[in-house]
């Protein structure tokens, strides 16, 4: 067991070797970019949140203002005050 993680690191360790890695100001440029692709992103998709939750609030509260004036809607019971009703008492003749 222990002969096999041996010849395992021992190749990991010989193609490590082998390997091309990138010069130190590549990976400067790289990260940069990263970092700044990232940020954009970042801003995108606040700002895509922004609007889609200010045009979920507009419409709640439209569709909250449309049904508080309703007249059908049995959730709001309209309300008769005495003096808002008038009846006529002229005899028919």
Not at 48 to 76: C, F, H, V, W
Not at 78 to 83: G, L, S, T, Y
């Amino acid at each position: 067991m222990f002969k096999i993680i041996k010849q395992f690191v021992l190749e990991a360790l010989r193609e490590l070797g082998r390997v091309t890695w990138p010069s130190r100001i590549t990976v400067i440029r790289m990260t940069i970019s990263v970092v700044i692709i990232s940020a954009l992103f970042g801003l995108f998709a606040g700002l895509a949140d922004l609007g889609i939750t200010s045009a979920l609030r507009e419409m709640l509260i439209l569709k909250e203002s449309r049904q508080m004036y309703n007249p059908t809607d049995q959730n709001n019971p309209i309300q008769v005050n005495p003096e808002d009703i008038q009846v006529d008492t002229t005899p028919v003749q």
